[in-house]
């Protein structure tokens, strides 16, 4: 596997259900994020980890609750979700936060909370 | 506060046809403006970054330009392929180290019809 790699792809839960999404990087980048990308609005910052430490939280209610237990590897731990919190959701990854370092972005996990 | 607005949010063009992508800003203190591309249910992937101290990128069909001080950047995408199809982003970072205060535009979907 190269890049960035996200599992599920698709996730269907109900609200009282709890579920992890996974993002590993395979680009040995020390950077890691969580976005989260609803209908007809913009990518939306929610988490940001360097070198295994939190560095960002956005104000994201705490239903979400990530994990990064090493540089390659990040976790969204999912619980009592809300339908609005259906969107897609994306990890992305750069060599470090420095404005030079570009993002490279997964392929999303689809959520659908019904 | 940055706002970052794309026009037109949608366009449907013929088969080799030349076209150009826009993106507002309207603070013209950025540090980087990056494009990307996105595929339906997908990811993004990067497919030009500007420095602000540059004034193009170029990318085999795919030419960007910025202009910061009319906080104006253009994707042109030469000899359009259906292929080209997606949404396309573009994303203004304000400074080096602010990689938390990525604000990204809405995007223009393209269709490209053969």
């Known amino acids: 596997e190269t890049g960035v790699t996200q599992t599920p792809r698709h996730l269907v839960m109900g609200m009282t259900n709890k579920k992890s999404l996974k993002c590993e990087q395979h680009l040995g980048h020390n950077a890691m994020y969580w976005y989260k990308q609803s209908a007809k609005k913009p990518l939306e910052l929610m988490f940001v980890y360097n070198f295994k430490e939190q560095t960002e939280n956005n104000s994201v209610p705490s239903r979400f609750s990530p994990e990064c237990p090493n540089s390659s590897h990040l976790f969204l731990h999912l619980h009592t979700l809300q339908p609005e919190d259906s969107a897609l959701y994306l990890c992305?990854?750069?060599?470090?936060?420095?404005?030079?370092?570009?993002?490279?972005f997964g392929p999303g996990t689809r959520l659908t909370v019904l | 506060k940055q706002e970052v607005t794309q026009i037109p949010a949608a366009l449907s063009v013929p088969e080799g046809e030349n076209l150009v992508l826009n993106c507002s800003f309207t603070?013209?203190?950025?540090?980087?403006l990056q494009w990307f591309r996105q595929d339906p249910g997908k990811g993004l992937t990067s497919l030009l970054l500007?420095?602000?101290?540059?004034r193009e990128q170029t990318s085999g069909r795919l030419n960007a330009s910025l202009d910061k001080s009319s906080g104006r950047s253009t994707l042109y995408i030469a000899a359009s392929q259906p292929g080209d199809s997606a949404t396309y982003l573009c994303a203004v970072r304000p400074d080096e180290t602010s990689y938390d205060k990525v604000i990204f535009g809405p995007g223009t979907s393209l269709s490209v019809i053969p």
């Open positions: 603070d013209s203190a950025i540090y980087n």
């Open positions: 500007i420095q602000s101290s540059q």
């Open positions: 992305a990854s750069s060599q470090g936060l420095a404005g030079g370092n570009e993002q490279f």
